[in-house]
């Protein structure tokens, strides 16, 4: 019943920026923490960012510094913000949200079908 939709992944040198964005649509009631995820190629999922409905972020330690992840509560959307990016940020990256549907429903996670960032050296 919530849609998640990612974007702005692409092509980029080492460097570069990129900033992606994913925006929730469907029977939303509510929206609790949004998170971005990634897997590179014969890597595990690992957490990139997360966010809190109060707007408290935390980062992995590979990122710090360098990625800001923010909300816009009024469009149901989560930015990534990625600047000086390396070859070593290649991966495919997921959205997650925590999210209430329409009606008496608790909190759920939904999850984005994902977008491809590539760093080339």
């Known amino acids: 019943q919530v849609q998640l939709v990612e974007s702005g992944g692409g092509l980029v040198q080492a460097g570069g920026s990129l900033r992606l964005s994913c925006a929730a649509s469907?029977?939303?009631?509510?929206?609790?923490?949004m998170g971005w995820y990634r897997q590179a190629p014969g890597k595990q999922r690992e957490l990139v960012a997360t966010i809190t409905s109060g707007g408290s972020t935390s980062y992995a330690d590979s990122v710090k510094g360098r990625f800001t992840i923010s909300r816009d509560n009024a469009k149901n959307t989560v930015y990534l913000q990625m600047n000086s990016l390396n070859p070593e940020d290649t991966a495919v990256y997921y959205c997650k949200v925590s999210a209430r549907t329409i009606g008496p429903s608790p909190y759920a996670d939904y999850w984005g079908k994902g977008t491809l960032v590539t760093v080339s050296s």
């Open positions: 469907g029977s939303i009631f509510s929206i609790n923490a």
